[in-house]
Protein backbone atom coordinates (compact mmCIF):
# COMPACT_ATOMS: atom_id res chain seq x y z
CA UNK A 1 0.00 0.00 0.00
CA UNK A 2 1.69 3.29 -1.20
CA UNK A 3 1.99 5.85 1.57
CA UNK A 4 2.58 9.06 -0.69
CA UNK A 5 0.38 10.72 -3.81
CA UNK A 6 1.89 11.63 -6.73
CA UNK A 7 -0.55 13.71 -8.91
CA UNK A 8 -1.86 11.51 -12.16
CA UNK A 9 -0.18 14.52 -14.40
CA UNK A 10 3.38 13.66 -13.56
CA UNK A 11 5.79 10.37 -13.07
CA UNK A 12 8.65 9.27 -11.55
CA UNK A 13 11.35 9.51 -13.99
CA UNK A 14 14.75 10.60 -14.99
CA UNK A 15 16.15 13.71 -13.56
CA UNK A 16 18.75 15.87 -14.25
CA UNK A 17 19.38 17.19 -10.51
CA UNK A 18 19.65 13.91 -8.78
CA UNK A 19 19.27 11.07 -11.18
CA UNK A 20 15.46 10.23 -10.69
CA UNK A 21 12.29 12.73 -10.05
CA UNK A 22 8.70 13.48 -10.86
CA UNK A 23 7.78 14.84 -14.11
CA UNK A 24 4.79 16.79 -15.41
CA UNK A 25 3.36 14.36 -18.33
CA UNK A 26 0.07 16.70 -18.56
CA UNK A 27 -0.07 20.34 -17.63
CA UNK A 28 -0.39 21.06 -14.17
CA UNK A 29 -2.19 24.55 -13.32
CA UNK A 30 -1.27 26.77 -10.43
CA UNK A 31 -2.55 25.67 -7.33
CA UNK A 32 -3.21 22.13 -7.99
CA UNK A 33 -2.31 19.34 -5.85
CA UNK A 34 0.71 17.41 -7.04
CA UNK A 35 1.74 15.03 -4.32
CA UNK A 36 1.23 14.24 -0.68
CA UNK A 37 4.19 12.70 1.37
CA UNK A 38 3.26 9.97 3.79
CA UNK A 39 4.91 7.47 5.57
CA UNK A 40 5.45 5.71 9.44
CA UNK A 41 6.18 8.69 12.42
CA UNK A 42 9.37 8.11 13.74
CA UNK A 43 11.58 10.07 16.20
CA UNK A 44 15.07 11.63 15.05
CA UNK A 45 16.97 8.33 16.76
CA UNK A 46 14.68 5.83 14.76
CA UNK A 47 15.09 8.22 11.54
CA UNK A 48 18.78 7.42 11.75
CA UNK A 49 18.61 3.72 11.75
CA UNK A 50 17.08 3.29 8.36
CA UNK A 51 19.19 3.32 5.10
CA UNK A 52 20.51 6.91 3.64
CA UNK A 53 18.22 6.52 0.56
CA UNK A 54 15.04 6.32 3.22
CA UNK A 55 16.30 8.88 5.63
CA UNK A 56 16.89 11.15 2.32
CA UNK A 57 12.85 10.82 1.25
CA UNK A 58 11.60 10.99 4.94
CA UNK A 59 9.97 14.36 5.60
CA UNK A 60 10.36 16.05 8.91
CA UNK A 61 7.29 17.01 10.48
CA UNK A 62 8.36 18.43 13.84
CA UNK A 63 11.77 19.25 15.70
CA UNK A 64 12.22 15.57 16.59
CA UNK A 65 9.51 13.91 14.49
CA UNK A 66 9.39 12.49 10.62
CA UNK A 67 7.55 10.47 8.19
CA UNK A 68 9.76 7.45 7.43
CA UNK A 69 9.70 6.98 3.58
CA UNK A 70 8.92 3.68 2.31
CA UNK A 71 11.93 1.47 1.61
CA UNK A 72 11.30 1.11 -2.05
CA UNK A 73 11.07 4.65 -3.81
CA UNK A 74 7.54 5.64 -4.44
CA UNK A 75 6.80 8.40 -7.22
CA UNK A 76 5.01 10.84 -4.51
CA UNK A 77 8.47 11.05 -2.52
CA UNK A 78 10.95 11.42 -5.38
CA UNK A 79 10.18 14.96 -5.60
CA UNK A 80 13.86 16.66 -5.77
CA UNK A 81 14.96 20.13 -4.31
CA UNK A 82 15.19 23.02 -6.10
CA UNK A 83 15.93 27.06 -4.95
CA UNK A 84 13.77 28.27 -7.96
CA UNK A 85 11.12 25.54 -7.17
CA UNK A 86 7.78 25.21 -9.15
CA UNK A 87 5.57 23.64 -6.18
CA UNK A 88 5.38 24.75 -2.61
CA UNK A 89 3.73 22.96 0.67
CA UNK A 90 0.42 23.69 1.80
CA UNK A 91 0.34 22.34 5.37
CA UNK A 92 3.18 20.01 6.56
CA UNK A 93 2.72 17.22 3.44
CA UNK A 94 0.28 18.59 1.43
CA UNK A 95 2.40 19.76 -2.54
CA UNK A 96 0.61 22.42 -4.73
CA UNK A 97 1.79 23.98 -7.88
CA UNK A 98 2.88 26.93 -7.09
CA UNK A 99 2.74 28.37 -10.59
CA UNK A 100 1.58 26.14 -14.27
CA UNK A 101 3.70 23.58 -15.00
CA UNK A 102 3.66 22.16 -18.16
CA UNK A 103 5.00 18.40 -19.57
CA UNK A 104 8.72 18.06 -19.36
CA UNK A 105 9.08 19.64 -16.56
CA UNK A 106 10.59 18.36 -13.30
CA UNK A 107 8.44 19.07 -10.14
CA UNK A 108 10.34 20.54 -7.39
CA UNK A 109 10.23 21.99 -3.85
CA UNK A 110 12.71 24.02 -1.74
CA UNK A 111 13.18 21.68 0.82
CA UNK A 112 14.12 24.69 3.27
CA UNK A 113 10.55 25.33 3.54
CA UNK A 114 10.01 21.36 5.09
CA UNK A 115 13.34 20.74 6.37
CA UNK A 116 14.62 21.92 10.04
CA UNK A 117 17.47 19.53 11.05
CA UNK A 118 20.19 18.54 9.74
CA UNK A 119 19.48 15.07 8.59
CA UNK A 120 19.18 15.83 4.60
CA UNK A 121 22.02 18.22 3.97
CA UNK A 122 24.09 18.15 0.69
CA UNK A 123 25.71 20.12 -1.99
CA UNK A 124 22.80 21.13 -4.52
CA UNK A 125 22.96 20.38 -8.26
CA UNK A 126 19.11 22.89 -9.46
CA UNK A 127 21.14 24.65 -11.50
CA UNK A 128 18.54 27.54 -10.53
CA UNK A 129 20.38 31.05 -11.16
CA UNK A 130 20.01 32.04 -7.58
CA UNK A 131 21.21 28.10 -6.20
CA UNK A 132 22.61 28.35 -2.84
CA UNK A 133 25.37 25.40 -3.76
CA UNK A 134 24.31 23.98 -0.71
CA UNK A 135 20.83 22.85 0.82
CA UNK A 136 21.28 22.25 4.88
CA UNK A 137 18.67 22.33 7.94
CA UNK A 138 19.58 25.89 8.57
CA UNK A 139 18.29 27.74 5.06
CA UNK A 140 15.37 28.10 6.69
CA UNK A 141 16.09 31.08 9.10
CA UNK A 142 17.55 33.12 6.00
CA UNK A 143 15.50 35.98 5.86
CA UNK A 144 15.13 35.86 1.56
CA UNK A 145 13.89 32.80 1.96
CA UNK A 146 11.20 33.63 5.02
CA UNK A 147 10.41 36.23 2.46
CA UNK A 148 10.41 34.29 -0.68
CA UNK A 149 8.24 31.69 1.07
CA UNK A 150 6.24 33.75 3.18
CA UNK A 151 3.21 30.98 3.81
CA UNK A 152 4.44 28.30 2.07
CA UNK A 153 6.58 26.47 5.41
CA UNK A 154 5.79 23.44 6.72
CA UNK A 155 3.54 24.39 10.82
CA UNK A 156 6.38 23.42 12.32
CA UNK A 157 8.97 26.04 10.73
CA UNK A 158 6.13 28.61 10.51
CA UNK A 159 6.17 28.25 14.70
CA UNK A 160 10.07 28.68 14.38
CA UNK A 161 9.99 31.60 12.05
CA UNK A 162 7.24 33.16 14.22
CA UNK A 163 9.30 32.94 17.52
CA UNK A 164 12.32 34.25 16.10
CA UNK A 165 10.37 37.54 14.65
CA UNK A 166 9.02 37.71 18.25
CA UNK A 167 11.74 37.57 19.95
CA UNK A 168 14.06 40.39 17.45
CA UNK A 169 10.78 42.62 18.29
CA UNK A 170 11.00 42.10 21.74
CA UNK A 171 15.25 42.91 21.72
CA UNK A 172 14.24 46.20 19.60
CA UNK A 173 11.12 46.88 21.70
CA UNK A 174 13.65 47.08 24.87
CA UNK A 175 16.66 48.56 22.53
Known amino acids: MPVSFLTPSARAGLSMIDGHGAICVSPIGAGEVVAAFGGRCVRRDELELLNPAQ ?16 VEPEPGAVINHSCAPNCRLEGGVVLVASRPIEPGEELTLDYATRNGSDHDEFE ?3 GAPDCRSKVTGHDWMLPELQLRHRGSFSPYLARRIAALHEVGATRRAFA
Not at 55 to 70: E, G, K, M, P, V
Request: net charge negative.
Open 124 to 126: CTC
Open 55 to 70: QARSTQIDDDLYLAAA
